[in-house]
């Protein structure tokens, strides 16, 4: 595991709002969620990282997509 790119201080503000609104929904981010955050806000879209962003994102469309007018 490499080691961790430093978080510049509007990263930290960026993450803390992105808490702060689920806080706010009553909603807890998993661990792995903020941490995918992070990498994300960084830059670390490392292959893994960007299939892993892929798959989300296909869930999340697949989740929102409204069924077909007949």
Excluded: F, K, N
Excluded at 17 to 26: C, K, Q, S, T
Excluded at 56 to 65: P, V
Aim: glycine share 2%.
């Amino acid at each position: 595991m490499s080691a961790e790119q430093p978080v510049s201080a509007q990263q930290r503000q960026a993450l803390a709002a992105i808490e702060e609104g689920h806080a706010l929904e009553r909603q807890q981010l998993a661990p792995r969620s903020i941490d995918r955050a992070r990498r994300i806000l960084i830059g670390d879209l490392r292959p893994d990282a960007r299939a892993e962003m892929t798959e989300d994102l296909r869930a999340i469309l697949d989740t929102d997509r409204l069924p077909a007018s007949r």
